[in-house]
């Protein structure tokens, strides 16, 4: 059987086993590759430059006293004002560390996080992440972001984004009557 492997070379395969000039030819560009790593950039460089472009949304299901979740008003959600703080992910920054600064840049607010709760695409080529986060002390000041806060129980929830909805479900579903929900 031909096969064309990701660097365009053609090779015969016999039960799924490479023949033995398609095998030396692979060992060659290996140790070529890893003798000069450099010369993947170029190709990694135009492999991203057709690949699609995605932003990137946190946002973080506070656990608080007496497993009441943390919700905010949002300045600026006019269909859902109430929800999940969070925001987008900044230039190579790790989700877990966005969604820790939005918390702190929100609300004022330490906190840990504990597990992905959720990864939904929720918009074209804008993907969101859910975490669930251990409040580690007090809500402090507002940003302009948000008009309030509070805690509630998650039957207290208002409306919700289709997307918090799914996460508030995930939480239920993985943690609802464990440990960590009660000593929450």
Request: charged share 20%; with cysteine; aromatic share 10%.
């Amino acid at each position: 059987m031909l096969l064309v492997d990701g660097l365009g070379l053609a090779f015969y395969t016999h039960n799924s086993v490479h023949t033995c000039e398609a095998q030396a030819v692979t060992h060659s560009i290996s140790r070529l590759l890893r003798r000069f790593p450099f010369l993947m950039r170029l190709p990694y460089r135009l492999f991203r430059g057709i690949q699609p472009r995605y932003t990137i949304g946190v946002a973080a299901v506070v656990l608080g006293p007496a497993g009441r979740i943390l919700i905010v008003e949002h300045t600026y959600h006019p269909q859902f004002p109430w929800g999940f703080p969070g925001g987008w992910i900044g230039a190579d920054e790790a989700p877990e560390i966005a969604v820790l600064r939005e918390l702190k840049e929100e609300l004022q607010l330490e906190a840990r996080v504990l597990r992905i709760l959720h990864v939904s695409k929720t918009l074209p080529n804008h993907i969101d992440l859910a975490y669930l986060c251990e409040a580690r002390g007090a809500v402090g000041a507002l940003s302009h972001e948000l008009l309030g806060y509070r805690w509630a129980t998650p039957a207290e929830l208002p409306p919700l984004k289709p997307f918090h909805q799914r996460a508030i479900k995930a939480a239920l579903e993985q943690f609802s009557g464990s440990a960590l929900w009660a000593r929450a």
